[in-house]
């Protein structure tokens, strides 16, 4: 028989242990080659220069390497007093460096415990949200896509915006969402539109108030308020909501709030820029220090990138293609691209016709680190989930 070389597709770990299982490689031999099929690429910023040279020495040691600069290895800096460097390796070489770093000075114990951090989270699945109103107590659990469908009763919002600015027409609308497939009704009173007007606390409250009201006891899934003031969140959780969901710098009040009553707080960041990738990393590690400081249990917090807040149509594909990144965090990441300006940009669709795109987008994302997804239309989104869970999964889910 003549000898066939297959070229196996980059379908990720599961689908590698798999061949190798059909191979007959022992379950020790795959734990150990699986560690070598994908090296791992981590940049470490902040350091002194003996700290790089002492990444880079070890990290060579262990068959891995550390890209640094050239000034760093000639003894000066890159940027001012800190250099950076590129770790490249596999699990295995990177478990490996952590006791080593752990003995050494130069701020390089602290690496590794963020090292440990980040190695005990990849592929991970995110660990279960709880929420809690007076009328129900539940998770929210990651194995699967959890959706959020949008509920604007706002006269402004850019996709909807007056439509559901009637209580009882809105509260229809929050029962078709969850009908629909919606895990979670995130329901707003002011909009955050491109050129958006803002309102006061007061406006807002009569807004969302009543609605949450006339839903709380009819809901059996949780309400996320979508509010930027701490007066507003802590009035909807005392009507019925259970999650707080705000955009733009951390504020300490609403961190105080769900801390104290250990509600699901959701972050999202606002800004572009020729750095856009590390602008977020640097909020959302801000995010988490100031959640772990207001005492939310590090389960509670939810991260969103905040894709088409002040950001153009490519810093938002950068963000799509870099997604992975974000599970360093260890927490749900939530996903906002319903009817957004960048679908428009790549398929020429005006706003009212872009939920084909947006569901294509969170079929695609689900698997590279997204968890929730925010949407308008959660009959489509579900549809385009449940395809992409079955084919990620490799099975067909049964009916509940």
């Known amino acids: 028989m003549t000898p066939v070389i297959r070229l196996l597709p980059n379908a990720g770990p599961a689908a ?26 981590l940049r470490v910023d902040g350091l002194a220069n003996p700290a790089v040279l002492i990444l880079k020495q070890k990290m060579l040691s262990l068959g891995g390497e550390a890209a640094v600069s050239r000034q760093a290895l000639v003894g000066g800096s890159a940027k001012g007093a800190d250099n950076a460097a590129l770790l490249i390796g596999s699990r295995r070489q990177l478990q490996l460096l952590i006791p080593y770093l752990r003995q050494q ?5 602290a690496v590794a415990q963020q090292l440990s951090d980040i190695l ?6 995110p660990p279960p949200v709880t929420y809690a109103n007076g009328y129900i107590r539940g998770s929210l659990h990651f194995q699967r896509p959890c959706i959020m469908g949008i509920l604007n009763a706002t006269p402004d919002s850019f996709y909807d915006g007056g439509q559901y600015t009637d209580v009882d027409k809105a509260a229809e609308q929050a029962l078709r969402l969850v009908e629909d497939g919606a895990d979670i009704v995130d ?3 002011a909009s955050s539109r491109p050129g958006f ?9 009569s807004r969302i108030l009543p609605l949450i009201r006339q839903l709380a006891p009819q809901l059996a899934v949780p309400m996320s308020v979508d509010t930027d003031k701490v007066d507003v969140a802590e009035a909807a959780l005392s009507a019925g909501a259970s999650m707080i969901n705000y955009t733009g710098d951390p504020q300490p009040g609403l961190f105080a709030l769900a801390g104290r009553s250990q509600t699901p707080l959701i972050v999202m960041h606002k800004g572009g820029g020729p750095r856009v990738l590390e602008n977020i990393h640097d909020f959302f ?7 772990r400081q207001a005492g939310l249990a590090e389960e509670q917090l939810i991260l969103d990138p905040g894709i088409g807040f002040d ?3 490519e810093e938002n594909l950068t963000i799509l293609q870099n997604l992975e990144q974000f599970s360093v965090y260890g927490r749900p990441l939530l996903l906002g691209m319903s009817n957004k300006r960048f679908l428009g940009a790549v398929t020429g669709m005006p706003v009212t016709e872009r939920t084909l795109a947006g569901s294509v987008a969170a079929a695609l994302t689900w698997g590279r680190g997204a ?8 009959a489509a989104a579900r549809q385009a989930l449940a395809v992409a869970e079955a084919i990620g999964n490799g099975k067909i889910k049964e009916k509940e």
Not at 197 to 205: I, S
């Open 16 to 41: 590698l242990r798999r061949e190798m299982q059909q191979i007959g490689v022992s379950p020790e031999g795959i734990d150990w080659m699986m560690d070598k099929c994908d090296a791992l690429r």
């Open 105 to 109: 000075p130069f701020a390089l114990p």
């Open 120 to 125: 005990a989270r990849l592929g991970q699945t």
């Open 187 to 189: 329901i707003g009173g």
């Open 197 to 205: 007007t803002p309102v006061d606390a007061a406006t807002e409250q």
């Open 285 to 291: 590690y801000e995010a988490c220090d100031m959640a």
């Open 311 to 313: 950001k153009d149509p």
């Open 371 to 378: 968890s929730i997804f925010r949407v308008h239309d959660a």
